[in-house]
């Protein structure tokens, strides 16, 4: 049974993506996936997921944003040298020290494996560690409380002692295309300009596998699951908002130099449900098929899924959606919002209602 005191915030995105290669495989080949037996192409959540956290980062002013890196002992180390400027010489080997004492596994001052810390529990360690706590259990406390806005959404799984982990409030699913693709190659050359006049030839030359889609994006966040991590009414709902802005305005810089491919949402749809969240995938399971482009069809497709589930799960509290297309797709599924800052606006407020 749904606890009646759940809250899910659905957020669905399409999306152009010219020819580009945002995310490849180990052979340097644009990511794909058979769905609706065709080949699609694929933004694994993974990719869309860092480059969501590089965003926090970068306008996540007020937000308690983490770090995910094997240097976990410089980065504590230098934390004890701000507070302690006296303990500098000996910073890496008190926060090594204090790091192993937590559980960590630590070889050669890295951790063995990427640790996910945030800059709260970062200082709070530091400080333990500069008043001498060797208390392994008042240590992890210092790991598990006051989590980062991005180990909040995005969960932190530590192998070697699974106490250290933060289940993940949100979700976000690997983005397809809502049509068939095929990969292309580029071949390219480059030319010397030094080279000697009578040196025919190219310097260099190569290919470069890409391919252009329409795609459907998806993620969820449980807002009850969030509130509680964070402990915080005000924090959740700016730690929503900025979510909301991320996933719109984030995205995968695979061979960005090279393709260009500087585009954002076409149609953004976000909604709050109390009962469960939906992915809206199945609009796409049979692919777009048009000789006049895929961006139209696909919101259509969007729109007319996003009624259909209204028979098997409840009616959302309120649903938002951003368009800039100039049809008229989506206008019986929500509130139009003029932007993305409307949006996020009108959703804190309704979340402050809500909390």
Known sequence: MMNKNNLFLDIHAIQILPPSNVNRDDTGSPKTAQYGGVTRARVSSQAWKKAMRDYFNEHGENANVGVRTKNIVEYVASKIAEKSPDKTEEAIELAENTLKKAGISIKDHQAKALFFLGDAQANAL??????????????????????????????????????????????????????????????????????????????????????????????????????????????????????????????????????????????????LRKDRPVNLVSAFEKPVRTQGGYLDKSIERLSNEFKKVDKFVEEPLISMYINTNEDDALKDIGEEEASLKNLTEDLGKKLEELL
């Open 126 to 271: 530091a400080e333990a560690a500069i008043q001498g706590q060797s208390d392994k259990k008042t240590l992890q406390q210092c790991l598990n409380e006051n989590p980062s806005v991005d180990i909040s959404l995005f969960g932190r799984m530590v192998a070697d002692d699974p106490s250290l982990n933060e289940d993940a409030s949100a979700q976000i699913a690997h983005a397809i295309s809502t049509h068939a693709v095929q990969n292309e190659f580029d071949y390219f050359t480059a030319l010397d300009d030094l080279s000697k006049e009578d040196n025919a030839g190219a310097g260099m030359l190569g290919t470069i596998e890409f391919n252009s889609s329409v795609l459907y994006r998806y993620g969820n966040v449980a807002i009850h699951e969030l509130l509680k991590q964070l402990e915080s009414k005000e924090a959740t709902i700016n730690a929503i908002k900025l979510f909301v802005e991320a996933f719109s305005n984030s995205l995968p810089t695979g061979k960005i130099n090279t393709f260009a491919n500087q585009t954002l949402p076409n149609a953004l749809i976000i909604s």
